[in-house]
């Protein structure tokens, strides 16, 4: 171990130490960002920066189990992502594919896809499906893996979910627009009966949400990172819990 890594080590323990378990964030969202630039920085490949980035993964939700977070929420793949070329977008399902598949054998998560299915190759979805049933009935962190994940998709859906429910019960058009309110709708989001993120991190130093938990964010708090998210630290994860517990929430008041 190198000073460097020592003054962290201590750093890190120092806000640990004072960190109040009572203002800890329940539901924490991550968006999953910066693992090409981190690439390119160190001279490797983009399928590199990724393995990278999915490595990361089970050592946040160790930091979360020890100061006792509930929901985990990792954009992990947006729908715009599809988009790239496939010889990226290929190895990069793949990648994705066995950290699934890494948090499902763990034996301490309980492993939740948020996303529309429909977008991903089959055996993408195979796994996810297999995760999450594999993973139901274990009682640790609630892992949301958001893959294939968009907001506005995902309040598309909801509202399709929300019209194609009412029709197989016969709610006439005008009966179903008295009705319609906030909570109907959230009963049909990907996150139906989660708590809503407490806070948003995002890394790599961009500044915005690019349509992550729209509906749910509403009143969340963000903390902004400028590390690359293979390089996110324990000291880092520390500092936006500790910065989260500063604010005063006011939920619009």
Not at 1 to 7: A, T
Not at 74 to 103: F, K, Q, Y
Not at 156 to 171: N, Q
Not at 191 to 197: H, I, L, S, Y
Request: with cysteine.
């Amino acid at each position: 171990m190198n000073l460097r890594d020592l003054v962290y080590r201590l750093y890190a323990r120092r806000v640990e130490g004072r960190l109040d378990h009572a203002q800890v964030p329940k539901h924490i969202g991550v968006i999953l960002d910066g693992n090409r630039r981190w690439a390119r920085a160190a001279g490797s490949t983009a399928a590199e920066g990724h393995k990278a980035g999915a490595s990361k993964i089970q050592e946040l939700l160790g930091w979360c189990a020890e100061t006792d977070v509930e929901v985990v929420t990792l954009w992990m793949l947006s729908t715009d992502n599809l988009d790239r070329p496939d010889d990226e977008l290929i190895p990069l399902l793949g990648i994705i594919e066995d950290a699934v598949r890494a948090l499902a054998a763990d034996g301490r998560w309980r492993v939740h896809h948020v996303g529309t299915l429909d977008l991903l190759p089959a055996r993408t979805q195979t796994v996810l499906k297999e995760a999450e049933q594999a993973t139901l009935d274990h009682t640790g962190i609630l892992v949301n893996v958001a893959v294939g994940y968009g907001g506005r998709q995902e309040i598309a859906d909801a509202v399709r979910s929300l019209l194609l429910d009412h029709a197989e019960k016969g709610t006439g058009f005008e009966e179903l627009a008295e009705i319609v309110d906030v909570e109907l709708i959230s009963e049909h989001l990907y996150t139906r009966g989660q708590p809503d993120p407490d806070l948003v991190i995002r890394t790599s130093g961009e500044q915005r949400l690019s349509g992550f938990m729209l509906w749910q964010s509403a009143h969340s708090e963000y903390y902004f990172c400028e590390v690359f998210w293979p390089a996110f630290r324990k000291v880092d994860f520390l500092r936006a819990l500790r910065d989260y517990a500063a604010r005063h929430r006011r939920y619009g008041s």
